[in-house]
């Protein structure tokens, strides 16, 4: 048996990446239900007006109801929007509805429009103490992927191991820098996770070899491999962890989170 422990300060992911399809609404899903089952608790705040972490938490996004949406533009309390997931009482997720869309534009008049969700965020774990916060964003640079930066206290990038894999990925890491220069100093970058790896062909395992060459310490060892079962669960309103929790992608993504929580408690070591 693991034995993990998430006994420090609250670790805010945000799962970042500018390219669309390299699987991080399904690492922030499957990482929060994993770390969820091993007793964390977690809040999964889904930002993406495509609500894909809604859907795959089996909660609740359909356009009346209020969601981080209303967080962001008319201070509705955090507390107030978050559901807890069926998946576990551990998982707790604040949804997006298709609302969100407009807040790229609507933010931009907003007094702190960078820091509103890191505002929320903030009142919101004085009141509900919460292990891991784990934001999901859309792909692109926008106000919403800005304030996850800013709200955040690590960034976990995955990334596909396909030819254009490394493509944006500097262009990626200079907002980070110019993130944490102008609006949160204390951001690192954290972790890489390789998705939908295919072992069998050359191409994965080159792009594999030449990430880890690049990011030698924030690399996973671990590898999410491509797995039809992981990409069935989301229509069940289900991550992979709870739909099929015996498949290759499932234990994949344990081992992720096992992982994940390990290096930190083993840097707190290290420090103390
Ligand atoms: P993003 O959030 O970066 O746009 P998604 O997490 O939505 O990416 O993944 C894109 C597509 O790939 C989805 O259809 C998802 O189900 C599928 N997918 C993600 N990870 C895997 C995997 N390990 N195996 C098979 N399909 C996957
Ligand atoms: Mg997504």
Redesign the pocket.
């Known amino acids: 048996s693991v034995t993990v422990r998430f006994d420090g300060p609250t670790r805010i992911f945000t799962i970042s ?1 500018q ?10 899903v499957n990482v929060a239900s994993a770390m969820a089952e091993l007793g964390a608790k977690v809040l999964v705040i889904d930002l ?1 007006p495509q609500g ?1 972490a809604s859907t795959a938490l089996g909660v609740p996004h359909t356009a009346d109801l209020q969601s981080i949406y209303d967080v962001l533009i008319s201070d509705v309390p955090l507390a107030e929007v978050v559901q807890v997931s069926p998946e576990s009482p551990n998982l707790l997720c604040a949804p997006s509805t298709i609302h969100l869309a407009g807040a790229e534009i609507e933010l931009v008049s907003q007094v702190a429009r960078e820091h509103r969700l890191r505002t929320a965020l903030n009142d919101y774990l004085s009141a509900h103490p919460t292990d891991v916060v784990i934001i ?1 964003c859309p ?1 692109s640079l926008g106000l919403l992927t800005i304030n996850a930066f800013t709200a955040a206290t690590e960034v976990m990038i ?1 990334i596909q191991c396909e030819y254009y894999a490394l493509e944006g990925l500097s262009q990626l890491l200079g907002n980070i820098r110019m993130i944490q220069k102008h609006l949160n100093p204390d951001l690192t970058m954290s972790t890489i996770l390789l ?2 790896f295919d072992g069998r062909t050359r191409l994965a395992q080159q792009v594999a070899e030449e990430v880890r060459g690049h990011f030698p310490h924030e690399v996973l060892d671990t590898v ?5 079962r ?2 069935e669960a ?1 229509s069940f309103g289900q991550t992979v962890i709870t739909y099929d929790g015996q498949s290759v ?1 499932a234990v994949a993504y344990r081992e992720a989170a096992v992982e994940i929580a390990r290096r930190a408690n083993d840097d707190n070591e290290k420090r103390h």
Not at 19 to 28: E, L, M, Y
């Open positions: 990446n390219k669309g399809g390299v699987g991080k609404t399904t690492t922030a993406d894909n999901d792909p995955p998705t939908m999410i491999p491509r797995s039809v992981v990409s989301p992608g």
